[in-house]
């Protein structure tokens, strides 16, 4: 490498600058942090609110689906049922799992048991009360048929039952567990409350052995907006209910005291930014995976979450 | 239906006794979720990176700017940055894109700067001993010259020159930068030399 000899010798004898720091180096460490701090804040958010599948849903549904986000958010059970009596009556309990991935990420299942009536009238609501007290008497005295039993593909086997009320009305139910195996609707509840603790913690094992595959793949959006009047910040969800309509559920920020929901047309939140009552300021996209997990029996059932991908662990 | 809570922090660094790249993997671990821990990361590399954009812009300013670039991006970055006991390089390589970027967006590039006159203030020279202010400009000049010898080569060559000779980096560094293999480095440098002595002979 004679020929380069001399310009080798010349750039390592040249002598180099260095910068004398400023301001800047503080500075700049400073947007850095607050940018960790927006971005964990916004995925906490994120993590608290996320759910929902966007899959065409019944209006009852929906409803439910509100429940769902606000148990998410950090609202008690009873707020929720409080919140939507009259529009959808949870007559029993909204009940909330917690439980940790075997990544570390922690996990919130929320079900509902009891007779849902999705209706602003206040006898409907009445009538589905009273029904679901009868319900619970023929459970007590054993009468009852069993109808057929359903693999759900999403949870346990599910065992429908057909019951005749004093009215003379027949209604067919949905269990989570034989009847025949309980005495009341007390130990039903305390029994599906067991058996589905099991199945989580099933899950979970197949999980840590990497027993589950991706079966579907969907992306939710949602605006995030300032209220202008009330200075509140709203995420708002797009749901798509069975009938085409579209509704738009805005949920308040975790951070607002407040802490609340509405619910209005898709094409009613596109008015309200068009005529400046809401600012449209941000996009949150949520990915939503739907696992398919084989458990340590065999069988097989249906995951869905949404924020990160499960992982493999390395074997 | 289900929902994802918030992630759980991982493992400490807690042995200073370790080589720094085991240190510093698990540093990195801990930046993802860890808002100090990055400020870690960025106290161990802001200068070196800040430094090195200076000596390839030799503008005080626009390497505050592509500093701050390199560390947003790296910060963007981070969830996907797979750890393998390269972090430095992965920087060193957000900055040298940055650059090209720069240098892309500007024009008459080539043509002598006259920034560090102005800025001369905020320059040292770390390895040689200051006698006088003339012989800090002088030096200064130098390397400005040398500088816009490098500047007039095709990126490839300046890239491996100013990492080679003035970060001072090792053949099995550079390749980790350029995620080239040492004999291509090797190769680069000899033949970005090459070009430097025709073009500073012409």
Known sequence: MKGTDDIRQLLGQTPVPSVVEGQHREQLKEQLLQQIQISQRKKKNMSTWSLIMSMRIAKATAACLVATILVATGWGAEKVYQKLTGKCVVIERILVDEWTLPDGNKMYGMGIVGTIAASDDPKAVEDAKQQHEEVKNLIVQKEYELVKTVESGTGPKLYIYAFTLPSGDKINTNFTLPLENVSSWEEYLKKDEQQRKERLKEINKAISKGKFRLIDLDVLRLHVCREVDSNKILRVLRIILRDGNEMALAITDPADESKGYSQTSWQDHL??????????????????????????????????HNGNPLKKSKE | MSVRGVKIASA??????????????ELIERARTEPQAFGNIYELYYSRILNYLYRRTLDVSIAEELTSNTFFKALRGLSKYRNRGAFGAWLYRIATNETKMHWRSQRNWHENNPQWQE?????????????AEEDEKEKMQRFAQLHASINSLLDRYQTVLVLRYFEEMQYDEIAKVLEKRIGTVKSLIHRGLKQLKRQMES
């Open chain 1, 271 to 304: 008015q309200a930014i068009r005529n400046g009552k809401r600012e449209l300021i941000d996009l949150d996209t949520i990915k939503n995976y739907t696992y398919e997990i084989t458990l340590g029996d065999g069988s097989t059932t249906i995951f869905s």
């Open chain 2, 119 to 131: 800025e001369f203030c905020r320059i040292y020279f770390a390895s040689h001993k200051m006698t």
């Open chain 2, 12 to 25: 400490l660094c807690v042995e200073a006794a370790k080589p720094l790249s085991l240190c510093e993997a």
